[in-house]
């Protein structure tokens, strides 16, 4: 695992609330683990197009599920792509209203894709995927076969160029407005799962898994 | 307020997982007045570049936040870019991994963005802006000044050509893993609001306006 730290090229320099950029790795690694779908962009007949899908982490790869994207991440393998992840943290209520904002973490990539061919590295890259939207699963369900891996198309991307920004804490008032009779704060803003659906055919007397059901009550 | 249905273009008819796509114009509506924050694919020397920011809308307009988009944004008007606003609200778990998928409502938007100039309309997205994210802080907070409101940019989107994605239910699976001793279901993901955190310099006596707390109690 690297340890470089990030923004080595001139696009992934923050410009704009400089003070907001983070520039360790693991900061990357922390936004890119926390979050759930990242935000793909690739540029189709010259228009941009932006696509959610799944990903996961290995090291210094980020691992990208094709199969959402259609005719989209066909193409991405030979072109550029951005890959943004944000999360939201909460919004910051000011005493005015150009004061509002977001308390945010968020990181961007930039790179050429690898679309997977070789299936231990494609196996690999599912296994991120799958384990990063349900951890202990890769344990617990069955397997892919070896024509289902042929039919799902994965994406490797390096964390190479990337940058990350956050914003935390209160408004940044205008001096004057904190003497304004307004309440200001931030309103916290978190992603917590519910309590497990069994599946209508689920078989009887399958009780859901502690690594699912946890998930639940820590959130 | 249009009544016309989605999808007028070949890019935004849905392909892959048609059974997915929704063509009502109230289920766009919903899934923007859902989200939190939009992705914004731009293309800059070439490349993609996905921006997320703040966004309101009025009737068929969405009003995106200027401010966050730096080099970004300010080149947006003069090109066409793409809009997403993706919920997660399950993560699917399927018998055997490759039925892995996450619930979700994904709004895409394409059109070339008009950078807002004149001083009612801008203060009208600004206002579409703020009471998305914070609804009630536009009739509680100070309103800009003139010279606050020309220092934001505010670009409005026409939301004519769009398409809408949802996933909902449990897994797809293979008939043969039915009988699987493997738990199948979804686990529910949801954004939920925390208790208020009020700024250090709040002025003593001013209690959390009921339009703030409420969203906290409500989640």
């Known amino acids: ?35 759930m779908v990242c935000h793909l962009g690739i540029v189709i007949d010259g228009t941009p197009r932006v696509i959610p899908t799944g990903y996961g982490r290995v090291d210094d790869t980020l691992y990208v599920h094709g199969s959402t994207g259609s005719a989209g991440l066909r193409t991405a393998p030979s072109q550029e792509i951005c890959v943004t992840v944000t999360l939201v943290d909460g919004i910051v209520l000011g005493r005015s ?12 990539i930039y790179g050429v894709p690898r679309l997977l061919t070789d299936p231990e590295e494609k196996l690999a890259g599912l296994r991120a995927i799958t384990e990063h939207i ?23 991307l390096s964390l190479e160029e990337a940058s990350v920004k956050t914003r935390t804490g209160g408004p940044k ?24 659906v069994p599946d209508d055919r689920l078989r009887p007397g399958i009780p859901v898994p502690p690594h699912i059901a946890d998930r639940a009550h820590a959130s």
């Not at 923050?14 to 890119?32: D, G, N, P, Q």
């Open 1 to 35: 695992m690297s340890t470089s730290p990030l923004s080595p090229t001139e696009r992934t320099t923050v410009r704009r609330m400089r003070e907001r950029a983070r520039s360790e790795r693991s900061a990357l690694y922390e936004v890119l683990d926390s979050g």
């Open 97 to 108: 209203v150009v004061h509002h904002s977001m308390n945010y973490r968020s990181a961007m």
């Open 134 to 156: 349900a951890p202990g699963q890769w344990t617990t369900a069955r397997l892919p076969t070896r024509k289902e891996l042929a039919s799902v198309a994965v994406l490797a």
């Open 173 to 196: 008032d205008e001096e004057e407005d904190y003497a304004l009779d307004v309440w200001a704060g931030v309103l916290p803003v978190r992603q917590t799962f519910g309590e497990p």
